[in-house]
């Protein structure tokens, strides 16, 4: 329970104070615990911080994995497959997305952090081939990159305090997904 309390306490911390306030003190402030706890479960701030964004995948992963079975329930077209998609998106709160997004940035500074970051990345992706084969996307796997690049980019905007919309971010991912089958002329 105690490391549990850590890793989120991290989160928190992460998000509000940026990788650098992310002190062993600092976290264990937040989670109510002395700060020698951090040491106890903890071999350094990164793998602290590396193991705080391993929860929040597994946590996502599996909130998104529900979302697809249910998908796949309803027998969604692209189109609602993407508008759902995109409200699952824009329903992450933007605390969670700065610590996410600091965590990433810090990542090729700490190598505990960029393996958890590399494989937050391929796990997000499988997740999202997942959906596009659930919608009857062909060739799902070739357009997992950009469907993550389009959904962080918007993510990343909303972190900046930009507005976000669902629509928007529907409207984009239907872009991406519906012309991958489309033929584009390019000039000679």
């Known amino acids: 329970m105690r490391r549990e309390q850590l890793l989120r306490a991290?989160?928190?911390?992460?998000?509000r104070e940026g990788y650098s306030g992310a002190t062993q003190r600092a976290i264990a402030a937040e989670a109510a615990v002395p700060p020698a706890s951090?040491?106890?479960?903890?071999?350094s701030i990164d793998h602290l911080i590396s193991e705080a964004a391993k929860l929040y995948l597994?946590?996502?992963?599996?909130?998104?994995?529900?979302?697809?079975?249910?998908?796949?329930?309803?027998?969604?077209?692209?189109?609602?497959?993407?508008?759902?998609?995109a409200q699952l998106v824009c329903a992450v709160p933007v605390e969670s997305r700065r610590a996410q997004f600091e965590i990433y940035l810090?990542?090729?500074?700490?190598?505990?952090?960029?393996?958890?970051?590399?494989?937050?990345?391929?796990?997000?992706?499988?997740?999202?081939?997942?959906?596009?084969?659930?919608?009857?996307?062909e060739q799902p796997d070739r357009r997992a990159a950009s469907v993550l690049a389009i959904t962080e980019g918007?993510?990343?905007?909303?972190?900046?305090?930009?507005?976000t919309s669902v629509e928007e971010v529907g409207d984009a991912l239907i872009a991406v997904v519906a012309i991958g089958d489309e033929q584009i002329d390019t000039p000679d």
């Open 106 to 137: 810090n990542a090729g500074r700490h190598p505990d952090v960029a393996a958890a970051v590399a494989q937050a990345i391929i796990e997000i992706e499988r997740v999202i081939v997942r959906l596009l084969t659930a919608l009857g996307v």
């Open 10 to 15: 991290a989160l928190v911390v992460v998000g």
């Open 58 to 85: 597994s946590e996502r992963i599996a909130f998104y994995n529900e979302a697809i079975d249910q998908v796949t329930v309803d027998h969604l077209s692209v189109e609602q497959g993407c508008r759902r998609a």
């Open 154 to 163: 918007f993510a990343l905007r909303s972190v900046a305090g930009l507005p």
């Open 38 to 43: 951090t040491h106890y479960f903890f071999d």
